[in-house]
């Protein structure tokens, strides 16, 4: 069974940098698709940005040329880099993960971690 467990989140002031982290337990760490998603109490739990096995990225339109995601295999950890923080990024991020081309697995999401920007 997967667990995942975030970290890396606070406060942070607009123009700033925050970098999340997302452990992995599990097997076959290399074999799952990472992801990055945020709630608020206004907003469904969006996309932020996604990681194939293979390393192929994607970012929602909102946080492109702002916010990085990466992932260390050795490490069994995925991680987001963001860059210059806006308010509007303030909510809950979650990491997710998934087995990348398995019909068979299931989502898994860690506990959130929140994340604050203001002045």
């Known amino acids: 069974q997967v667990q995942l467990e975030e970290s890396g989140g606070g406060l942070v002031q607009p123009g700033g940098s925050l970098k999340l982290s997302c452990s992995f337990s599990?097997?076959?760490?290399?074999?799952?698709?990472m992801g990055w998603y945020r709630q608020t109490p206004a907003t469904r739990r969006e996309l932020v940005a996604e990681?194939?096995?293979?390393?192929?990225?994607i970012y929602a339109d909102s946080v492109k040329g702002r916010f990085t995601i990466s992932r260390e295999n050795r490490k069994a950890t995925a991680y987001l880099q963001m860059n210059n923080l806006e308010p509007d990024d303030t909510a809950v991020y979650y990491c997710y993960s998934r087995q990348d081309g398995s019909t068979w697995g299931r989502d898994y999401w860690g506990q959130g971690t929140q994340v604050t920007v203001s002045s």
């Open positions: 599990g097997s076959w760490f290399g074999n799952h698709r």
């Open positions: 990681i194939t096995s293979g390393g192929r990225e």
